[in-house]
């Protein structure tokens, strides 16, 4: 009967999503509750932060750059190339610097956790952690989760400053533009409600990416196949999630500042 | 030590155990016997809660962990040791760091934990191995490794799964003689899963003598009184006793698995 399939799978999906909620609001809890592993917090967020500051610079300056590149052809038709800055800089900070370091990071780190997690389910040594008595969720997951919010919050500000350089390379040596003309543009247009949205994302996406990593790496069944499987179901759900949790943050903030924009 | 009450547990599917009931008391030595995918590493991890029964009681330590949350299992679990199957020791840690994983969550001073590794690893005969990584290991020396953290810690229980499997015949011996080292030197009571008989068979004849620093055979027709036998099939207990017991047991089950 199709009503079966359909059946099982609208409670696997309700199922998945209790088990999710229930996960995190753990690893959320153990922060406030001894013993904290600091130690594996500042490990993490060396592995985090400073092992993903690379790849966030170098995409940065490139979406910048691309950012520049595109919008002079258009804003010349309208003679309005001046803006470039300002185009570059709320484009940036609204919205591509989060979302781009988000998926950036989430692409190498939700990954590297499942897979780590998941080799560890596999290999029973995460039973065996159980066995010492310590908690993997205290001990491998929340350290992950906070370490994830931190530094994404600080990453998600590099990509803007190398985005707005990028942009501003490309204004002055490629559009032959005026660069402090493009500075003041991309500084006298940014308002309260930009930086608060751009600020409040890294943290929802810190925490989506470092949480279904973990979550899909803890799950993990069926041996080094399933560690593969983890591994994507971890990197698609997290990259998917941070673009839909941006447009509600979006809608939101937009609705709240209504008056500031 | 440990009780089993009409224990039941399943997995979206017929049970995989049903209705077990036995104990392990003070100083005793059990060891879980039946054929591979009967239940016995299951039985195993219920024993210290990294299992829930569907149905019936588990009593480790005089309390009730059927239910108990969690975190206050983290303590109970603290006093039993458990040896893996394939050793289960961290890939990314050393050896020293394995042994110590405990007592390094618990912020014990480095020299005393340095010492403590290595009276562990003494008794397993690897101290050579305490800066090594797991993967520079072989099998049988990942499993004495293993013993050496489940016993760092003195445990009051000692859980086994299979410590011998896919090892070779004069590997297997060398960890049977540590597990009756560890039997008739410090006396913790343990349950052991395995499907060798051979190997039960060797735990149950031989004792360790200390002075000679290896294990004799008792006496023909002498058995370790404390050691004594469980065998499951079907996911069901069809066997509770000791040596003798078991070679006559008219069950055809286990008249076909000795045989």
Redesign the interface.
């Known amino acids: 009967m199709a009503k079966d399939p359909i059946e099982s799978t609208a409670k696997r999906i309700v199922l998945t999503v209790q088990d999710y909620s229930l996960f995190s609001y753990r690893a959320i809890l153990n922060l406030f509750r001894p013993p904290v592993y600091w130690s594996d917090f500042l490990m993490q967020s060396d592995i985090i932060g400073v092992g993903s500051l690379s790849i966030v610079v170098l995409s940065g300056l490139s979406t910048g750059g691309v950012l520049a590149l595109q919008s002079a052809a258009t804003l010349s038709a309208f003679g309005a190339t001046a803006v470039t800055g300002q185009f570059v800089s709320l484009t940036m900070i609204r919205e591509l610097g989060p979302v781009l370091t988000g998926v950036m990071v989430s692409g190498r780190n939700a990954s590297s956790m499942a897979s780590e997690l998941g080799s560890m389910v596999v290999t029973e040594q995460i039973d065996a952690m159980r066995a010492l008595g310590v908690d993997p969720l205290r001990k491998l997951v929340t350290p992950r989760i906070f370490a994830s919010v931190f530094m994404l919050f600080f990453l998600t500000i590099v990509a803007d400053a190398f985005g707005i350089i990028g942009g501003g390379l490309v204004t002055v040596f490629m559009n032959h533009q005026n660069g402090t003309q493009y500075l003041n543009m991309a500084w006298e247009h940014l308002r309260l409600p930009d930086i608060v949205q751009g600020l409040a994302k890294p943290l929802f996406f810190g925490y989506i990416l470092s949480s279904i990593g973990c979550f899909y790496g803890i799950r993990t069944t069926g041996g080094t196949q399933g560690v593969g499987r983890s591994t994507i179901q971890a990197v698609v759900n997290a990259s998917v999630l941070i673009i839909f949790v941006d447009f509600l943050i979006s809608r939101l903030i937009l609705t709240l500042f209504a008056g500031w924009m | 030590m440990l009780t089993f009450r009409n224990v039941t547990l399943g997995f979206a599917g017929p049970p995989v155990l049903e209705d077990i009931s036995f104990s392990v008391a003070p100083g005793e030595t059990r060891i879980v016997l039946g054929p591979v995918g009967v239940g016995k590493s299951v039985l195993l991890?219920l024993a210290?809660g990294?299992l829930r029964p569907d149905e019936g009681s588990i009593h480790l330590f005089g309390e009730d962990i059927s239910h108990m949350r969690?975190?206050d299992l983290?303590?109970l679990?603290?006093r039993?040791g458990?040896v893996?199957?394939?050793g289960?020791?961290?890939?990314s840690l050393t050896v020293r760091d394995n042994v110590a994983?405990?007592m390094i969550?618990e912020r014990v001073a480095d020299s005393e934990i340095d010492a403590r590794v290595l009276e562990a690893l003494r008794f397993v005969g690897l101290e050579e191995t305490f800066s090594y990584f797991p993967s520079s290991l072989s099998g049988g020396m990942r499993r004495r490794v293993a013993i050496a953290?489940a016993l760092i810690h003195h445990p009051d229980l000692l859980?086994y799964d299979s410590p011998t499997g896919g090892l070779d015949p004069v590997t297997s011996t060398n960890i049977i003689e540590l597990i009756v080292k560890q039997r008739d030197v410090f006396h913790t009571p343990s349950l052991m899963v395995t499907h060798r008989l051979q190997d039960a068979f060797t735990m149950c004849t031989h004792r360790f003598v200390t002075q000679d620093n290896g294990m004799v055979p008792l006496p023909e027709g002498e058995t370790d009184p404390k050691t004594s036998f469980l065998m499951l099939s079907e996911g069901r207990l069809i066997f509770d006793g000791s040596l003798g017991a078991l070679v006559r047991s008219e069950d055809p089950f286990v008249r076909e698995f000795l045989e």
């Open positions: 991890k210290n990294l969690e975190e983290f303590a679990r603290r039993a458990m893996f199957q394939e289960a020791l961290f890939d994983y405990q969550q953290r859980l």
